[in-house]
């Protein structure tokens, strides 16, 4: 299940790759939060304003809480989700 929800007046938005049992929110930096399942597994990621999308690998492997691969291409990969819906809809 694969959702993006976009709210252009705040220029916020949630990527959601899947429904499950929440676990805990690790904060990724002032605007940007990722959701993860019980398991660890990443529920998704929500950008509190994504006029900034600059995450790289590095900078992931830096936060503390984001040690994981697989989280940090996930992380990647909703940012580059988000960059390309909002340029597919022209906003």
Not at 28 to 45: H, K, N, Q, R, Y
Not at 57 to 83: C, F, H, N, P, W
């Amino acid at each position: 299940m694969l959702d993006i929800s976009i709210d252009l007046g705040f220029q916020s938005a949630l990527v959601r790759f899947k429904r499950g049992e929440y676990g805990r929110t690790i904060d990724l930096d002032e605007s940007t939060m990722l959701d993860l399942a019980i398991d660890g597994t990443v529920l998704g990621v929500e950008f509190l304003y994504f006029g900034e999308l600059e995450f790289t690998r590095d900078s992931l492997a830096a936060v503390k809480g984001v040690e994981d691969s697989a989280v940090i291409e996930a992380i990647l990969q909703a940012q580059t989700l988000l960059i390309n819906e909002l340029a597919s809809a022209n906003l």
